[in-house]
């Protein structure tokens, strides 16, 4: 089953291009605020003494003024705390924050479907010399002694079949539920358009109708509208497209082999 994804981000202050600070910079600066001490505000976020102060320079510099200031004496012996500026800034910040993360919540609400699409831009990149792709789910796997039988459910409600080797099903990872494609060279394709009473050792049979037909010097390619959705393209020669009296809207039947379809996985 795959896992759901989810869109996360983070706001970040940057000046002319220097990273200014994030929300690790602003829970030290709030911590100075709440606590009057750096050393607990730096604790706090986990961060050193050193590294506590170098960040509140860094963040004084690029800000033009002080962020921070140190008091000096008092019963406490002195202490830091947020300059006007300071505590405006870490009052900002927070509503910004809060902005981002109600915007990201939209986004997730509105790419529910992002994971789907994803996988569809990774499929329309795909490149193969095989005419015809199909994606699918894996409906079923039949283990033999060397080969096994696996059966892919595609768009549409057809199903095909499929034989590899068991080292092919473990390697790939098919099982019952996994996403798979299917390659099927259009070469492979038997085209029939009177079937009725008749037995065929293939075990896959695509029923369509003729959409289109390219002739060229020795073959013709012909495109089958498949029920449901899809197409399925065979290459046979012009002999047999005029036998089999092939016209766009009439009625055929695409088989092949199930050794002959490949099944691959994305990922």
Do not use: C
Not at 160 to 172: G, M
């Amino acid at each position: 089953m795959e896992k759901q994804i989810e869109l996360q981000g983070m706001v970040w202050m940057t000046v002319g291009g220097e990273k200014f600070g994030g929300p690790g910079r602003i829970d030290l600066l709030a911590g100075i605020a709440a606590t009057g001490s750096i050393t607990q505000a730096a604790k706090a976020v986990k961060m050193s003494y050193k590294a506590a102060w170098d960040a509140i320079d860094a963040m004084n510099n690029l800000a033009g003024e002080a962020l921070v200031e140190r008091q000096a004496g008092g019963k406490g012996g002195g202490g830091t705390r947020l300059t006007p500026r300071g505590e405006q800034l870490v009052k900002n910040f927070r509503l910004l924050d809060r902005i981002h993360h109600d915007f990201v919540q939209q986004l997730n609400r509105q790419a529910a479907g992002i994971a789907d699409d994803l996988h569809l831009i990774g499929r329309l990149n795909m490149k193969t010399s095989a005419r015809n792709q199909f994606f699918g789910t894996v409906a079923g796997v039949k283990t033999g002694a060397v080969n096994d039988e696996v059966e892919l459910d595609i768009a549409g409600g057809h199903r095909l079949v499929a034989i590899v080797t068991h080292e092919s099903t473990e390697s790939l990872g098919l099982e019952v539920g996994r996403q798979a494609f299917a390659l099927i060279k259009s070469s492979s394709i038997i085209l029939v358009t009177q079937a009725e009473g008749a037995r065929f050792s293939a075990r896959n049979r695509l029923q369509g109708r003729v959409a289109r037909l390219t002739p060229g010097a020795v073959n013709t390619e012909v495109v089958l509208d498949l029920a449901g959705g899809g197409t399925v393209a065979a290459i046979i020669t012009n002999e047999s497209a005029q036998a089999l009296e092939l016209a766009e809207g009439r009625d055929a039947t695409a088989m092949f082999k199930a050794s002959s379809v490949i099944v691959g996985v994305t990922g």
